[in-house]
């Protein structure tokens, strides 16, 4: 454990964004730690082929362990547990409840990712390991080309995901889960025009034999069987930490931050899939680095940015109201 002082940072998450954030803080030599949860979506990956620098492609699992012996290496500090409240003193730091301690710190780096809303089927983690379970075309849309793909949605966000899918493959199939599907009819035509079949009654449940998810049972007794399954049923921002402290979100509850990475509570920063922007690794990992870096140099009282004309970049909660209505990143 470290002596009972003020953190310089607390990051909360161990994901690709918080073992980032832990790598350039302690390059830094700053006093810091990583709460870790355990529960990165990153785990899950069964091999990442579109992350730079593995040409073969890395398991989730074995990047994150990378990161955190890198990390380590330069001395960083992370404990496997759970924030489970985040206030502030009076006198400055905040206050974080961890595991039933008591952690004071200067700055906090939110990096809690976000949970995905998942279809109800016998162990989905290990459905999502295997493959058969997938949430993100962009990650890995060039490993399904020429597959037969059932998108699971209840209405215009699935045919988003449908019609993202179709570049890699003629054979997709927009499901729904419990409701009859929402689309209207300029969707339908969408849909038609893009040769995406839809099927209106409700899957039931769904079987999955060895390797394949072999059958959807749906209402009416029809089954339909698919090599792939992708969900876009949506996710949820664990946010709720910032919540008492009046940070600003947006409407899916992703803090909403500056190109800092500052959010509208002072010395609280946010980066990865917590923010709403494109959930990438990659694009948490940037996050990341700039928020430490921001981070560092605030704790060291340098002056803030400036522009071109010399003047003091300015930052206000309304200039992130601004950024709360801007359209969000593809996840």
């Known amino acids: 454990m470290m002596p009972e002082k003020v953190l310089d940072c607390l990051v909360v998450g161990g994901g690709p964004a918080g073992l980032t954030a832990a790598i350039y803080l302690a390059r830094f030599r700053r006093r810091f ?61 905040f206050v974080a409840i961890v595991d039933g301690r008591r952690i004071a710190t200067h700055t906090v ?48 966000s699935g045919l988003h995901e449908a019609l993202f899918l179709r570049t890699y493959t003629a054979n997709v199939t927009l499901l729904s889960l419990g409701c009859p599907l929402r689309l209207t009819s300029d969707e339908r035509g969408q849909a038609a025009s893009a040769g995406i079949t839809i099927v209106d009654a409700p ?41 008492d402290l009046g940070t600003l979100v947006d409407g899916k509850g992703c803090v909403v931050t500056d190109e800092h990475q500052r959010s509208s509570t002072d010395g609280l920063f946010a980066a990865g899939d917590v923010v709403r922007s494109l959930d990438q690794i990659s694009v948490a990992m940037g996050q990341a680095a700039i928020a430490a870096t921001a981070i560092h140099n605030r704790l060291r009282g340098m002056a803030l940015p400036r522009d071109a004309s ?13 950024r709360s209505t801007a359209a969000p990143g593809v996840s």
């Open 109 to 156: 780096l939110l990096a809690t990712g976000i949970v995905d809303r998942e279809p109800n089927l016998p162990d989905v983690p290990d459905a999502i390991r295997r493959g058969l379970v997938r949430h993100c075309g962009i990650c890995d849309g060039y490993e399904v080309l020429g597959d037969s793909v059932g998108v699971l949605g209840h209405g215009s």
């Open 33 to 93: 730690q990583v709460v870790d949860a355990g529960r990165s979506r990153a785990a899950l990956i069964p091999t990442s082929h579109n992350h730079a620098g593995f040409p073969d492609g890395v398991r989730g699992s074995v990047l994150l362990g990378r990161m955190a012996e890198q990390a380590r290496k330069y001395g960083a500090h992370i404990v496997a547990g759970a924030v489970t409240h985040l206030s502030r003193r009076e006198d400055g730091p």
């Open 203 to 243: 899957v039931q449940h769904v079987v999955i034999e060895k390797d394949r998810i072999r059958a959807l049972a749906l209402r009416g007794g029809d089954c339909r069987s698919f090599d792939v399954l992708y969900s876009a049923l949506g996710s949820d921002a664990r946010s709720e930490l910032v919540r």
């Open 310 to 322: 010399g003047e003091t970049l300015s930052f206000s909660p309304q200039n992130l109201r601004d």
